[in-house]
Structures are given as structure tokens and as C-alpha cells.
């Protein structure tokens, strides 16, 4: 759980500042991102200051980096390429317990942890 953590600070201090941030309310851009880019929610956390943050990927490999800065409203932060799923220590699965993403197309191995986060309503 430390490295996800690690994982989410690292991206978040890798963002410029001058960076074009997007934003729109939460179904909306959950929306765009599917109809537009073939994006689902794929993982899901809770920044140290208590921010949502959301990952949406696609089966062609793109994703996105979303943060939640007030309730409805998602924010993209970062976009990109070549995203492939990295093989996880035996150890951590269990404690992860990781299982398929709800209506995945066939040949998608996208997975979702079962960690309790909710959006902000």
C-alpha cells in the first residue's frame, strides 16, 4: 500500500504547474473520457490532503490522471500513452485483492483493487 501511495505523490510533484488542467463535473468527464478515448475507471485513491484521484485507461493503451477538487467535479491533470499493467509481488496481491473490472470488453485485463474510496458527492 506504501508503494501505491509513493506512486500517487511521485505523479502528482511530476505535474507543472503552467500545465492545462481540465475540468467538468464528474459524470460529464467520465463521459467524454469513454465516448471519446475509450476510457474506464481503473484505479482509484485518496491523495495525503484527501483529494481524489482517479485513473482511467483504455485497452489501446491510453490513460488519464484525474483528481476530484470539489465534489461533482473531476479534473484532468495529466494524459498518456503506453500504459500496460506491471506484474505485482505475490505478497501484496492478497492484501490488494484485486478483481476484474466490471463490464471489461473481452481481451481488456484492466483490474480494480477493492479498496474503499468514494467520490465526494
Do not use: Y
Not at 500504459?83 to 505485482?88: E, G
Request: charged share 10%; proline share 10%; aromatic share 4%.
Amino acid at each position: 500500500m506504501k508503494a501505491i501511495l509513493a506512486f500517487i505523490i511521485l505523479i502528482l510533484a511530476l505535474v507543472p504547474a503552467s500545465a492545462d488542467v481540465v475540468c467538468s463535473t464528474t459524470d460529464g468527464m467520465l463521459d467524454a473520457l469513454r465516448v471519446n478515448d475509450n476510457e474506464v475507471p481503473a484505479f482509484m485513491a485518496t491523495t495525503a490532503n484527501a483529494t481524489a484521484l482517479l485513473i482511467t485507461v483504455s485497452p489501446e493503451g491510453t490513460f488519464s490522471v484525474l483528481i476530484q477538487p470539489a465534489a461533482h467535479q473531476l479534473c484532468v491533470i495529466m494524459i498518456g500513452a503506453n500504459w500496460k499493467v506491471a506484474p505485482l509481488p505475490p505478497a501484496l496481491v492478497p492484501e490488494l485483492k484485486m478483481r476484474p473490472l466490471p463490464n471489461s470488453r473481452p481481451g481488456f485485463s484492466g483490474m480494480v483493487f477493492s479498496v474503499p474510496i468514494v467520490l465526494r458527492e
